[in-house]
């Protein structure tokens, strides 16, 4: 069955510092898998997806992903995070029939 | 992407009452949309696909006659919540499927049951 686990429930860092968001995913088949951000009270907006080829994919906003089939991860990396970064990140893998499954979410605090 | 909405943004209703989310696929045809809920400090949990023509199909645990989904066109699906009461209460959130891989997602609709 496919799962995706977020380890971390909250991160914080300093503006300026590196950020990654761990990702872990159960599926049986070479799985689609995506980053979406989620401001309060705001829908999701997709940061970026990855469905074959190069392992490191860009996205909006600086922020990039790595694909790690050995190790089922998929994590969301930014070298240098912004106030306005303060949200919460969601993992989700594209399964059969195209429906999704998130992961419970990373929220994200940035100190000034 | 593609662009998503949903109506209203926010609402309140009384016990038993029945409240009506709209969902509307604004720059293309969307023959599949998504709805899930979303409960505090949690993840999206998918309720239902809506298809376009056809009856939705929900997803294990969500009563069908609880949440009535309507996709009478290629961009408008309804989500309909029968005889509300406040454990109903939730954020709804629709999505559309474009191009079958990606899904994009509306503001979503905070519902209220006093």
């Known amino acids: 069955a496919q799962s995706v686990t977020q380890p971390d429930i909250h991160i914080t860092v300093s503006e300026g510092a590196s950020l990654e968001l761990r990702c872990n995913y159960s599926y049986g088949a070479t799985p689609y898998l995506f980053w979406y951000v989620q401001s309060p009270g705001q829908g999701l907006q997709l940061l970026l997806k990855?469905?074959?080829?190069?392992?490191l994919v860009q996205g909006i906003k600086g922020f990039e992903a790595e694909f790690k089939r050995s190790q089922s991860s998929f994590n969301l990396r930014k070298p240098s995070v912004h106030w306005s970064d303060a949200a919460e990140y969601f993992c989700a893998v594209g399964g059969d029939f195209n429906k999704f499954y998130f992961g419970s979410g990373t929220k994200l605090n940035v100190k000034p | 992407g593609a662009v998503v909405s949903q109506h209203p943004s926010w609402v309140i209703c009384k016990s038993g009452t029945s409240v009506k989310i709209e969902c509307r696929s604004l720059d293309f045809q969307a023959t599949t949309m998504f709805w899930y809920r979303q409960f505090p400090k949690q993840s999206l949990m998918l309720m239902a696909t809506s298809n376009e023509g056809s009856k939705a199909t929900y997803e294990q645990g969500v009563e069908k006659d609880k949440f009535l989904i309507n996709h009478a066109s290629l961009t408008l699906s309804t989500l309909t919540v029968t005889s509300a009461h406040p454990e109903d209460s939730s954020f709804y959130i629709c999505s559309v499927s474009h191009n079958t891989d990606t899904q994009y997602f509306g503001p979503g609709t905070r519902l209220t049951v006093l």
């Open positions: 990855y469905f074959s080829g190069d392992t």
